[in-house]
């Protein structure tokens, strides 16, 4: 890493992610995604001089352990959702409500350069948005994969989950294979609709897929190639390096 390396960090509901960053030397679309814990994160974030945060969480401990990191030396950004960047207009009236991961996941998308395109995030949430040329039209947030099969077991009394079994997109008989693969065939059913839909708006568009479990549905889905499904493992944080980029051009 050289001295104009710069750290990004991606804090999602569930997991902590962080890459390395040089505008000078990196490939986006390269990002090593780490996973690492808080404590670990503290220890990396040492060797920064600027650290750009990803955050969707709101636990004001973990807020306070961010603000300190590489501190006092680090230059600390938070990004957030924004009106517009890089030629995207947000639809959303009220900016701040937007989670700023699904916003780095629009601009990732952007940054490796469609035009038209749905991204999907398969995490915490499977959250969807559809950008058009220069405009976000909209999007969804729906449950993740293991969110749905939590909730699921949670409020039903006598569905038991195994969360040590992975599902498969065909119909179970056994509860806990009901439960894995009807919480696949959600993500999926996502995926499709939200195709179909966009398919009466937009003749041509793209389809990226990223995110902790992002993977697994890609490889599970059945129309991915006439879909023209792309999966990339770090769209938060290479939605940040475009942003860093950016930002580095305009200094
Ligand atoms: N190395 C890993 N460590 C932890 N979770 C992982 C890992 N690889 C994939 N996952 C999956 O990531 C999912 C969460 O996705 P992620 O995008 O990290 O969520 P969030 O951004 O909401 O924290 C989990 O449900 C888990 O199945
Ligand atoms: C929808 C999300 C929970 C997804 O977060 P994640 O699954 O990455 O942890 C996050 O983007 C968020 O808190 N959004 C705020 C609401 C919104 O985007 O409209």
Known sequence: MSDAASLLVDIGNTNIKYSWFNPDSSVLSELLTCYTSLDALEEISKSANSIYICCVAADSELIKRLSQLGQPTANIVF????ESELGIANSYPVVNNMGVDR????LACRALGSKNY????????LTTDAVIGHAHIGGWISTGYTVSRRAISQQAAKVVDNSELLGTLQFGSDTPYCVANGALAQL??????AADLFAEQCEQFDIFIGGGDGKFLYDNLPNKLTLGCQYFDNLVLIGMAAVVSELNKNT
Do not use: D, E, N, P
Request: some cysteine; proline content about 0%; aromatic content about 10%.
């Open 118 to 125: 749905l991204v999907f995030h398969a995490g915490t949430a």
């Open 79 to 82: 990004l957030k959702a924004r």
């Open 188 to 193: 999926i059913g996502v995926v499709s609709t």
């Open 103 to 106: 916003w780095m996941c629009i």
